[in-house]
T-cell receptor
């Protein structure tokens, strides 16, 4: 396994701009998750996909946030009209459908700074 | 409400000393339980997990954790801490209410004194 990869690793943007992050899961992992981690906090669940279907979304995922996984492989997370409160680390994770305890493997994260 | 509590925000230990990080969860049934470690600016690395069987589980880097159903706890331990263990540690639960998401505690930042 090459591990979960995320791009970019860092993103600085101005308030009001749109940003898009990409996550490449471990190959053959059917489930893909997005979490957000703010300073001094644990990761908070945003959404998850099973193959290309988005099966659960958190209330944290406002209308400005959208996530896709069009072919059941990589996923993108877009934030429109960014706000300073969106500044956080965005973590992606993946897991196999048949894994015991649904063990999730995390990527290195994308750190977003909104000025 | 369902929650994961890590009561210690910061812990400082001397190198070579023993370590115990606390984690309590609030759920009706026994969830899947995990401990992750995060170095500054990095993602999460799984240390160990529990889902059934022996309540004392061994992980990587010399860590172990004990599940105590009666106390709803899953505390992480290490008999002798190394300076490289300085990091943030997160307890997480999964498999709650039929969902696949994890719920994390707020983390414990470990500082190791030389």
């Amino acid at each position: 396994d090459t591990g979960v990869s995320q791009d970019p690793r860092h993103k600085i943007t101005k308030r009001g701009q749109n940003v898009t992050f990409r996550c490449d899961p471990i190959s053959e992992h059917n489930r893909l998750y997005w979490y957000r981690q703010t300073l001094g906090q644990g990761p908070e669940f945003l959404t998850y996909f099973q193959n290309e279907a988005q099966l659960e979304k958190s209330r944290l995922l406002s209308d400005r946030f959208s996530a896709e996984r069009p072919k059941g492989s990589f996923s993108t997370l877009e934030i429109q009209r960014t706000e300073q409160g969106d500044s956080a680390m965005y973590l992606c994770a993946s897991s196999r459908l048949a894994s015991q305890a649904n063990e999730q493997f995390f990527g290195p994260g994308t750190r977003l700074t909104v000025l | 409400a369902q929650s994961v509590t890590q009561p210690d925000i910061h812990i400082t230990v001397s190198e070579g000393a023993s370590l115990e990080l606390r984690c309590n969860y609030s759920y009706g049934a026994t969830p899947y339980l995990f401990w992750y470690v995060q170095s500054p600016g990095q993602g999460l690395q799984l240390l160990l997990k529990y889902f059934s069987g022996d309540t004392l589980v061994q992980g990587i880097k010399g860590f172990e954790a004990e599940f105590k159903r009666s106390q709803s706890s899953f505390n992480l331990r290490k008999p002798s801490v190394h300076w490289s263990d300085a990091a943030e540690y997160f307890c997480a639960v999964g498999g709650v209410s039929g969902t696949y998401k994890y719920i994390f505690g707020t983390g414990t930042r470990l500082k190791v004194l030389a």
